[in-house]
């Protein structure tokens, strides 16, 4: 069974920090790049941060560059989001999601989501 737990969600006031955390299992996670997503009410989905199957590349939404990182500890089948400097406007739902690819296919898995609040 594919499960990708997400934690780490909380309240924040303006200018604070949370650290998300994945826990994957049921897949090779090695073989997978990892994103974060989020998503504010009345919002798309947006792409916020991503993170090569050997944490060798990552890149980001414009709207977070410099305040998030990215990292992912392939020991533990875990990929995490630092978030700094959070904002009001950083309030949603992150959503931690696996990709890979098999030739012209393409596997995904989705976490359950964790809210984020930042409270101006």
């Known amino acids: 069974q594919v499960l990708l737990v997400e934690s780490g969600g909380g309240l924040v006031q303006d200018g604070g920090s949370l650290r998300l955390s994945c826990a994957a299992s049921g897949f090779t996670f090695s073989n997978y790049d990892m994103r974060w997503y989020r998503q504010a009410p009345g919002k798309e989905r947006e792409l916020v941060a991503v993170i090569g199957s050997n944490g060798g590349s990552t890149r980001f939404a414009d709207s977070v560059k410099g305040r998030f990182t990215i990292s992912r500890d392939n020991s533990k089948s875990t990929v995490y989001l630092q978030m700094n400097s959070l904002k009001p406007e950083d309030t949603a739902v992150y959503y931690c999601?696996?990709?890979?690819?098999?030739?012209?296919?393409?596997?995904?898995?989705w976490g359950q989501g964790t809210q984020v609040t930042v409270s101006s």
């Open positions: 999601n696996a990709v890979t690819w098999l030739g012209s296919a393409g596997y995904e898995y």
